[in-house]
């Protein structure tokens, strides 16, 4: 029988006895991510600097459906896109602008007690976890999309969580969720389709550095025997060296090694090759759909670009087993900001 190394739980607190975060990567959650005021000459510009954000996935069928709500703390955005992988394009895209506190939230719970909303002419989204409840539920309403969806812990792999700190010296907390059970609906320009399959989701709250760069990876499904898999893959400086690699086997959690990708910038719509040194991972990304933003507002400035498509390849965890990717659903992207 396979049975995963046994992963250190998440400590009981954010940051040690002497105000350092409790760095490493950990198989758990932390309840509630509330760092301390950051005192300061420059005090109000650096608790401008944190950042909140709840990214979700779901997929079903040939649907891939990706939410985001994101905090900056004098500002905010939203955005959701549903990628038709068999047809190749995305078939519904809505994004907006807004001011956290009025029309924008994203709370300190990733777990129970998760909360995050966004209302903007065209685009509402409510994503919660009540306290006492085992599952997240997502609703996601445009003039031409409904998402009505549960994603339900029960039964789930546990959640891998990072807790770093910046080549500036502050905190940053990310946890990732995979292979949570989807059930649900969504309505498309009145055609009504059931959805069921996997879904998963990323919490970041904390005080990543000025300029962050990153490239992401992001697949859940199932292998070719029926048995379900996941992966986070991450490269950049969001996390400062800070390893967030890690794979989803049935209700398992492996930790990863560092990866890199290769892929033409200029052209992020050809495939993909993630890559590790140790030759644990070796995937290709084939791009179905492609999302861009980019922004310039001065001081703030985004690029940013995500795709949905198939991975195909293979990742080796702990014990020598070799998890065969075949056509698993997911996400590539690179994003450079400027916050």
């Not at 739980?9 to 005021?37: C, F, M, Q, T």
């Not at 199932?222 to 992966?231: E, I, Q, S």
């Not at 794979?247 to 890559?275: C, D, H, M, T």
């Not at 861009?292 to 991975?311: C, D, H, K, M, P």
Request: aromatic content about 10%; overall charge neutral; proline content about 6%.
């Amino acid at each position: 029988m396979n049975l995963a190394p046994a992963l250190a739980p998440p400590p009981d607190s954010l940051l040690n006895e002497n105000g350092i975060p409790n760095r490493g990567r950990y198989g758990g959650a932390i309840p509630e991510v509330r760092w301390p005021k950051i005192w300061s000459p420059l005090r109000l510009l650096d608790m401008l600097r944190q950042k909140r954000w709840f990214f979700l996935t779901a997929s079903s069928g040939d649907l891939l459906i990706s939410v985001a709500i994101v905090d900056l703390t004098y500002a905010g955005n939203a955005f959701v896109h549903v990628a038709d992988l068999r047809q190749g394009r995305l078939v519904a895209e809505s994004s907006g602008l807004a001011l956290p506190g009025l029309n924008l939230r994203v709370n300190n719970r990733p777990e129970e007690g998760a909360f995050a909303s966004f209302r903007a002419p065209g685009l509402e989204i409510r994503f919660e976890r009540p306290e006492g409840v085992n599952a997240y539920s997502l609703f996601v309403k445009t003039p031409e999309l409904h998402v009505d969806a549960s994603f339900d812990c029960v039964g789930a792999p546990d959640p891998l969580c990072v807790i770093s700190q910046s080549a500036e010296g502050r905190p940053i907390y990310t946890e990732k969720r995979n292979l949570l059970a989807l059930s649900g609906s969504i309505e498309l320009r009145g055609a009504r389709d059931i959805l069921k399959g996997y879904a998963g989701l990323d919490y970041t709250n904390g005080y990543p550095p000025r300029d962050t760069h990153w490239y992401w990876s992001f697949g859940l499904g199932t292998l070719a025997n029926g048995d379900a898999v996941g992966f986070n893959l991450c490269a950049g400086n969001n996390l400062n060296g800070q390893n967030e690699n890690a794979v989803w086997s049935g209700q398992n959690l492996y930790f990863l090694e560092e990866v890199r990708f290769e892929f033409a910038k200029s052209a992020p719509e050809e495939k993909w090759r993630i890559g590790s040194a140790d030759g644990n991972v070796d995937l290709e990304f084939e791009p179905k759909a492609i999302h861009r933003e980019t922004r310039n507002l001065g001081l703030v400035q985004s690029r940013f670009v995500q795709l949905a498509g198939f991975y195909n390849g293979t990742i080796r965890i702990p014990g020598g087993k070799t998890l065969r990717i075949d056509r698993v659903p997911g996400l590539a992207e690179d994003q450079k900001v400027r916050w």
